[in-house]
């Protein structure tokens, strides 16, 4: 099980295409790593860079401290999955996943023992016989997976492998991937533009945005301490109330300024500079009650099931949301008062980076 390090990567496709601006990340022994992003961001190609499908403009990757940018991609002893899993069609399930093996001249006794073995870990011991235009979709990305795993990677690189699924079903193979991942115990470094995909599944998340690493943590430090109105606004559904105004001095107090609401900042934030601001808040943890707060009109109720999401008029045009509880009482034409608590605020700059709370 090898620890995979980056150091420095930039990939130019030309002066005009930065794919990857400079990146460096190390990714441990055994850690399930997810790349997330939206599209275009760089997560594909950083991930063939490290399989060794792209040659990075500049920059340095290493497996167990020694550097591989020469290495041929067979010769790197990863994994590949990819979103598009590229079965020979004429060939069976079990004749697919043998290519690796019988490349490599492995006995024929010796890699039927194999086929068995993957085919049992995902659960596709009953396709082997069948072609690939027999299985579903979720089936042949398990072949995908059986093929990989049956050439015993260091490390697993997967590339949006669930994206052509429907809901249901990639929460099902979510799920599976997971149990794959603690049952191999291997690195698996894993691509997705879906940012709930990244909080179930992820040991540890990176943001991308435009080549470049936004933020580095664990699911939850990612959603309770995003750095930017970029990672704020990218995780969580609904996404964070983001409301923009302006920070003002009002004799010893510091105040949030929006036509939408005005807030006294709590102490820890009282060092903000004065100046434009957004301000943003979870919908789950918005107070909806009758009794303080600024009062706000409800314009549509939506209940989800489990809970319900009050939407409110604003002034701004800025969307405002709160997740209540699916017994709620209040309908859409209620004026409820709404509050924020103050250990729950989060304030960016015109830049969009946090405002400190230190
Ligand atoms: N082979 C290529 N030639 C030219 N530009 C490319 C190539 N592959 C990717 N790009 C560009 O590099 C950027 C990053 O792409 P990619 O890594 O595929 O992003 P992601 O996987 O995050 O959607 C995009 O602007 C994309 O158009
Ligand atoms: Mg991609």
Known sequence: MPQIELKNIRKEFSKSIVAVNDLSLTIEEGEFLVLVGPSGCG???????????EDPTRG?????????????????NLGMVFQTHALFPHKTVAENIAFGPRMKKVEKTEIDKQIKQVAEMVKITH???????????????????????ITDPGAFLLDEPLSSLDAKLRREMRAEVDRLHKELKKT?????HDQ????????????????????????????????????????????MNLIEGDIVTKGK?????????????????????????????RPE??????KSGTKKKIYLV?????????????????????????????????????????????????????????
């Open 285 to 290: 943890q918005i107070l909806v009650n009758n």
């Open 196 to 239: 709930e995909e990244a909080m179930t599944l992820a040991d540890r998340i990176v943001v991308m945005d435009g080549g470049n690493i936004r933020q580095v943590g664990s699911p939850i430090d990612i959603y309770n301490n995003p750095n930017s109105y970029f990672v704020a606004d990218f995780f969580g559904s609904p996404s």
């Open 302 to 358: 939506e209940p989800l099931g489990k809970d319900t999401l009050l939407y409110f008029e604003t002034q701004t045009g800025n969307e405002l949301i709160a997740v209540v509880d699916s017994n709620t009482k209040f309908k859409a034409g209620d004026t409820p008062g709404i509050t924020f608590p103050d250990d729950q605020i989060f304030l960016f700059d015109k830049n969009g980076n946090r405002v400190s709370t230190k």
């Open 188 to 192: 698996f470094i894993y691509v997705t």
């Open 43 to 53: 997560k594909t190609t950083t991930l063939r860079m490290i399989a060794g499908f």
């Open 253 to 281: 107090k510091v105040v949030f300024n929006s036509s939408d609401i005005k807030l006294d900042l709590p102490k820890s934030l009282a060092k903000t500079p004065p100046g434009p601001a957004t301000l943003g808040i």
């Open 127 to 149: 396709l082997l016989d069948k072609l690939p235009a027999q299985c579903s979709g979720g089936e042949s990305q398990r072949v995908a997976v059986a093929r990989t795993l």
């Open 60 to 76: 340095e990757i290493f497996i167990d401290k020694e550097v591989i940018n020469e290495l041929e991609p067979a010769e790197r």
